[in-house]
Structures are given as structure tokens and as C-alpha cells.
């Protein structure tokens, strides 16, 4: 059953398993365990980028496709919703023809550019998806009448999926880790009293309950990737990364292959965009098409590991995760390091960049093949020890 | 279809890369049940006609024709499709994946699923099945599960036979299939095409320098010099005729009647 789940690609490692898990669970029963607007926020990034990086894993570890366009087709869908809401009112209709229209933009973008990796290839591709991108993104910078330009839109959710639906009508019990581990750090002698504390009452509202739309997309979509990348079709990728050459004197008509990879990817993309803006309920050209965010979607898939699947949901927990809390960790750090020259500049909260930047070094230098190759090569060495 | 019609012909075969015609105006039938044999010495254009046979390589001018149709157009992987099976001289394999699925792949395409994205490719024991009697064929089912990468070159050799085999083609093309690998290993890949010969009323072509090999499987032997085809018929014929002599003495300094001429492209 677990194995059908999975199309016969487990983790295969002990290590990967239990952080695979303790992700899987703090995402099931986020709203339950982490209060806070921020904690939910984040929360709903990591939903929506497991979709947008695993789908970009499809493309760039399994295919070896370069493309620097995957920002642009979440931008569509994102913008999808926030123009069609915006024009046609807080329904789900308009959510419905918004999320059409980007599907069906994204579906002849990709396909234009899936044809034209016939032409181009690799290094030169991968500058066509970026000279690509940077024009979407500039006109929807200059369309500020259609797009809100630069300032971007809000996106006004229907009732029932904002802070004023409540499908229940008593508040819900959640038991706050973050403050219990807070409670046993400041006070270790006291468990119980820790324990009582880390009870809360939270409401369940339509947020919330966009949130377990959001999670259940993103599960079923990561689901169905593990199937594609395990079948008869996920092969023949397998074999275009490895020697494309081979696989088209196979009979393997790789154009096809790789136009239909970077179609598939563009659509899950812009799904991605469109639950974004749903979750997060503001669409500017900064979150969702910057060239940032696209270093961003690469650096997840690299730190997590690429052509693993695993790796993206790796590589997106320990990225957003770090974007939002580095800050507080610094200044936590900080505090101890005040007065002291030097030291104290170094572990201002302003400077989480540089720490992430070196990070991200560290990781690249040590674990080449990612967090998840890495763990698989452990797990490897238990098994056979030399 | 009669029993004679030509399965695969070159028609007036002509590739120029700039002002070089690396092959010139070949023009050659092959029937069903047939083994002919590719000389020449290095850079006649022997695997350059292969590469515009097997579609690696666009004709200037000329036609190729499988079964009376036109292929010129088609690209390497319809040509596959159409019956085309190509071995390559320079190993050309998947590297970081195991022999089994590299053979599999090979199987999946003969069986056109490759774009089956709902099953899980390991659900498919009978296309796993045939991959690995494919590779009990070329004695490598030992390695099934060896990456490619530290599989060591014979082997690769081998590989390269069963991934054409796995096509199940109805044109063999063998690029020098014995190049490189050890005296033991030889004899598996002879007896292999002999066994293809015997058994399946296909057409093989084996480009090959080792003249003891040449004489004793082919058919047919068909020299190539200086992309030109200057003869054409039963093995000792061409052996002994002056052309053959004079174009491989001129090229190696070696008497042709047996050991290696010439080894590699």
C-alpha cells in the first residue's frame, strides 16, 4: 500500500524518513501545532513551493532541462486569479476562469518553448527562458492598469475560504509545540506546567480551510510526480538526462519528451501560483515573478537534491524556514553577542543573507548531490560497510 | 513481398561535410537472410554511411529506402521505430544506470510504452523479463544491476549488442562489435551474430577490420575507400580481386588474408 503510494520509491534512508515525517506531520497538523499568523504563512509557502520546485525538479534533475521560466508560469497563475477576481468579484467562478485562462496561457507558452528546445539547446535554452521571463515580467510591470504594476493586487477570496467563514462553531483545541519547547528551554523544571501551557483554542476559519486545500494539492501532486519520475515514462527521462543522443537512436523521440516535461512543469507552476494567491491573498511582481524568487525555486531544489523528489520538499522546508527565522535566530544570537566588536556586526538580524549565502556554500561544498544524496549515500555505506 | 526484395538500399548515398565527401554516390541493395560485411581502411566512410543509413547524419543527396519507402527525412528515433537496430562503434550507453535498465529502456521502446506515466515502471516484470534474457543472450546477466559507468569496456561491448537485440530489429547494424575487447570475450559476440544469422531471416551488417571474422560469417563483403564503393560480391572474390589488394596494402603495409588490418576508425 505504502509502497503503491510511493510508486516504489522510498526514501531509503533512516535519517531521510524521520525529517520527511516530522515535515509531512508539522503540515498535516499546522494549524494545530503552530500558532501565529506568521507560523501559518509559512506554513502555506512551503504547501505551495513543494509543488513549484518539485515540478521544477521534473525539469531540471530528471530531464536535465535549464529553464529560468518557471517564475513566469507561477506568476500567471497567480496573476490568473488576482486579475479574475479583481474583475469578476469574490467568487469561485471567477477563481474558476482565472485559474482556466493561466492554464490555458501557461499550456501555449511552454509548449513555444518546448518546441523550441528542437532548436536550442542547454545553455543557450536556458538564456531564451530567461529573456522570456524578463519581458513577461516587464509588461506586467508596465500593464499596471490590468496588474497593479509594481505595487501589485490584492486578491479578494471568496466568503468561504476567508478569516470570516467558521464551519465550526466552537473554537478547536491545538497544542502549541513552539511555546512548549519555549516553556521546558526557560523553565526545564517545570513539564507540566509547560505541557498546560502549550494548550490553546484556536479558530478553524475559511483560511484555515484553504490551507488544507492547499495541502492536499500539494501531497496528491507530489504523489503523482513520484508516480511519473517511477514509470515507463519517468525511464525514458531518466535516459534523455543521461545520453539523449542513445535514447533517440532507441526510438525515443526525445523532442516530444522533453516538450511535454516543460509543459507539465509550466502547469503545475502555475496551480502553484494560483493557490498562492488564494493563500496569501496579494500578488505583486516581487512575490511571485522576481528573478529572486527563481534563484530562490533553483537553491531549493540544489540544497534538497536534485532528481530525487524528496529533495524538494527537503530543500523548500529548510529554505522558507530559514528565510523567516534566520532573522529571529540572529537576533536571539544577537543578544549574547552584544558589546563584543566585530561579532556583534556579524550576528545582526540584518545580516541573515550573509549567513544564509554561507550556508548554502557549506551545503553545496559538502553535499554535492543535496541533503537527500547525501543521506542515501549514509545509508548506503551502513548497508554494505567497507 | 518476394523473398528477394531488398529490405534496406542506399540509392545514390552522398554526404559532403564542406568541400569532403565522406561518401560519395553509394549506391547498395541488402536482402532478407543476408550477413554482409563493411571494409575499408580508416576514414573510407564506413560508419559515416551507417550514420546516414541509421539517421545520425542527414544525406546531401541520395535516398535510403527500408522496405521500397523513402527515409531519407526521418529523424534516428522513427527510423528505429521502422526496424532500423544500430550498435555503435564508440560505447554509447546510459552510464549512471544499471545494465538491466538500460536494456529495459530498449525494451520499452519495442514495445512503444514509453509514455506510460500512470504504472510503475518496476510493476512491468515482463518488460524486466526480457530485458534480462536479452542479457543472458550476451552473457551479462550477472551485472544486471552494475551501473553501466563501472562496467568494464568489453562488457559495455556487449551491452551495446543487447540493446540492439532488445529492439528486436529487422536491419542489424554492428559498428565494429568486436573492437577492443579481450580474445576471450570475442567468440560471444561471433557466435551471437551467427546465432541472429541462423535463426532470424534478418539483414546484418557488421562493419569489422579482422579479416579471420569477415571471412568466415559474411555473405557478402562490400569495400568502401575514400567514401567510394569499389567492389561488391562473394567474400573470396573481393579478398582476392586487385582493388582490394592495392587499396589495402596501400593503406597498411599488410598482407589481408587474416589477422587485423586495421583496427579502428
Known amino acids: ?386 | 513481398m518476394s523473398f528477394d526484395q531488398a529490405v534496406l538500399e542506399t540509392c545514390d548515398l552522398t554526404i559532403s561535410f564542406g568541400g569532403h565527401i565522406a561518401v560519395n554516390n553509394v549506391s547498395c541493395e541488402f536482402s532478407r537472410g543476408s550477413l554482409t560485411s563493411i571494409v575499408g581502411p580508416n576514414g573510407a566512410g564506413k560508419t559515416t554511411w551507417f550514420n546516414l543509413i541509421s539517421g545520425q547524419l542527414k544525406a546531401t543527396s541520395g535516398q535510403v529506402r527500408l522496405f521500397g519507402e523513402d527515409i531519407t527525412g526521418l529523424g534516428p528515433a522513427r527510423r528505429s521505430d521502422k526496424g532500423l537496430g544500430r550498435a555503435f562503434q564508440l560505447t554509447n550507453l546510459f552510464p549512471n544506470l544499471t545494465a538491466l535498465e538500460n536494456v529495459r529502456l530498449a525494451v520499452a521502446s519495442r514495445h512503444r510504452i514509453g509514455h506510460v506515466f500512470w504504472q510503475m515502471a518496476s510493476q512491468r516484470r515482463d518488460i524486466a523479463d526480457r530485458a534480462l534474457s536479452y542479457l543472458e543472450q550476451v552473457n551479462l546477466a550477472r551485472r544486471a544491476d552494475t551501473l553501466v559507468a563501472a562496467l568494464p569496456h568489453g562488457d559495455q561491448r556487449k551491452l551495446e549488442v543487447a540493446l540492439m537485440l532488445a529492439l528486436e530489429p529487422e536491419v542489424f547494424m554492428f559498428d565494429e562489435p568486436t573492437a577492443g575487447m579481450s580474445v576471450d570475450e570475442v567468440p560471444v559476440i561471433l557466435d551471437l551474430i551467427a546465432d541472429i544469422k541462423r535463426r532470424q531471416n534478418k539483414v546484418i551488417l557488421l562493419v569489422e577490420h579482422k579479416m579471420d571474422v569477415v571471412k568466415s560469417l559474411s555473405d557478402r563483403i562490400v569495400v568502401l575507400h575514400n567514401g567510394e564503393l569499389v567492389a561488391d560480391g562473394e567474400p573470396s572474390e573481393v579478398i582476392a580481386s586487385p582493388i582490394v589488394q592495392q587499396v589495402y596494402l596501400g593503406a597498411s603495409e599488410q598482407r589481408v588474408d587474416d589477422g587485423e588490418v586495421a583496427s579502428h576508425d
Not at chain 1, 154 to 167: M, Y
Not at chain 1, 240 to 251: C, S
Not at chain 1, 258 to 270: E, G, K, N, P, Y
Request: net charge positive; hydrophobic share 55%.
Open chain 1, 1 to 386: 500500500m505504502m509502497n503503491q503510494l510511493l510508486s516504489g520509491d522510498a526514501p531509503r534512508s533512516g535519517i531521510l524518513t524521520a525529517v520527511l515525517l516530522l515535515i509531512v506531520i508539522s503540515l498535516a497538523f499546522g494549524p494545530f501545532l503552530f500558532p501565529g499568523t506568521r507560523a501559518f504563512s509559512t506554513l502555506g509557502t512551503i504547501c505551495v513551493f513543494i509543488i513549484v520546485v518539485s515540478a521544477y525538479d521534473l525539469m531540471l534533475g530528471y530531464t536535465h532541462i535549464v529553464s529560468f521560466a518557471h517564475t513566469m508560469f507561477f506568476g500567471i497563475g497567480a496573476y490568473g486569479i488576482a486579475m479574475a477576481t479583481d474583475g469578476m468579484g469574490n467568487s469561485f467562478g471567477a477563481i474558476a476562469s482565472g485559474l482556466a485562462g493561466a492554464l490555458i496561457l501557461s499550456l501555449v507558452l511552454s509548449l513555444l518553448l518546448g518546441l523550441l528546445s528542437l532548436r536550442v539547446r542547454a545553455i543557450f535554452f536556458a538564456l531564451v527562458t530567461l529573456a522570456v521571463a524578463f519581458a513577461f515580467l516587464s509588461v506586467v510591470t508596465q500593464l499596471y492598469n490590468l496588474t497593479g504594476g509594481e505595487d501589485g493586487l490584492r486578491v479578494r477570496v471568496p466568503r468561504e475560504l476567508g478569516p470570516a467563514f467558521r464551519p465550526f462553531d466552537q473554537p478547536l483545541p491545538g497544542f502549541s509545540v513552539t511555546r512548549l519547547i519555549t516553556a521546558l528551554v526557560s523553565d526545564p523544571g517545570n513539564p507540566l506546567q509547560a505541557f498546560k501551557g502549550a494548550i490553546y483554542e484556536f479558530r478553524f476559519t475559511g483560511r484555515e480551510l484553504m490551507y488544507y486545500v492547499v495541502f492536499f494539492l500539494s501531497a496528491g501532486i507530489f504523489l503523482f510526480l513520484l508516480r511519473l519520475v517511477n514509470s515507463p515514462f519517468g525511464r525514458v527521462l531518466q535516459a534523455i538526462r543521461e545520453n539523449e543522443f542513445r535514447a533517440e537512436a532507441l526510438g525515443y523521440r526525445t523532442v516530444y519528451y522533453r516538450t511535454a516535461v516543460v509543459i507539465l512543469s509550466a502547469l503545475l507552476a502555475t496551480v502553484a501560483g494560483a493557490t498562492f494567491a488564494l493563500i496569501n491573498r496579494y500578488v505583486n511582481p516581487e512575490n511571485t515573478l522576481n528573478f529572486e524568487l527563481m534563484v530562490f525555486i533553483l537553491l531549493m531544489s540544489v540544497i534538497g537534491g536534485m532528481g530525487t523528489l524528496y529533495g524538494a520538499v527537503v530543500g523548500v522546508a529548510l529554505f522558507t524556514l530559514a528565510q523567516n527565522y534566520l532573522q529571529d535566530l540572529l537576533r536571539w544570537v544577537g543578544g549574547y553577542t552584544e558589546g563584543i566588536p566585530l561579532l556583534a556586526q556579524l550576528t545582526g538580524p540584518d545580516r541573515w543573507l550573509l549567513w544564509f549565502g554561507l550556508l548554502f556554500v557549506l551545503s553545496v561544498y559538502f553535499f554535492p548531490t543535496g541533503i537527500v544524496g547525501q543521506f542515501r549515500l549514509w545509508a548506503g555505506r551502513r548497508r554494505r560497510p567497507t
